[in-house]
């Protein structure tokens, strides 16, 4: 039997592997790894109602990638609407904690699913957005997104 090396789990990472099973014993590792495979895309499918300027409506959290405090306002950019909301950042950070929201700065919390890379404190996201990351927030910022990847 070949050795599972250092190298193979490191790749595992490139294509979001969730677990490695071994083919001995196959029953419970792979009903374990299927359920946190369904846990994930629930997790991913969070829905939260919120009391937007125009109205209130449910959004699915997965469908934005940060939120600003712009002007006594915090403005949700999503990937294909913004929404305002009248309310202060530290309230929203604490709702949105537990579905992979993280604090980069005083103005800003980004949803770390889309998170490209963090470098230089600054927030790199897959669609090229640039958030700024204080020092004092950097090492917590990066402890709560390489977990985040090590989850998915």
């Known amino acids: 039997m070949k050795n599972f090396s250092e190298n193979n789990s490191l790749e595992g990472y490139k294509v979001n592997a969730m677990r490695f099973i071994i083919k001995q014993d196959l029953e419970h590792p792979l009903r374990e790894c299927l359920d946190a495979v369904l846990q994930s895309r629930r997790e991913r499918a969070v829905t939260m109602k919120f009391g937007f300027v125009g109205g209130e409506r449910n959004i699915m959290l997965k469908d934005f990638l940060y939120i600003e405090n712009r002007s006594h ?51 790199y996201l897959f669609d090229g957005s640039i958030l700024p990351a204080a020092k004092g927030r950097y090492v917590e910022l990066r402890k709560n997104y390489l977990l985040y990847k090590e989850l998915m």
């Open 73 to 123: 306002q915090l403005r949700f950019v999503g990937k294909v609407e913004e929404l305002f909301l009248n309310k202060k950042l530290n309230t929203v950070e604490e709702q949105l904690r537990p579905y992979h929201f993280a604090r980069t700065h005083q103005s800003y919390l980004v949803n770390l699913e889309y998170v490209d890379k963090l470098a230089s404190y600054k927030v």
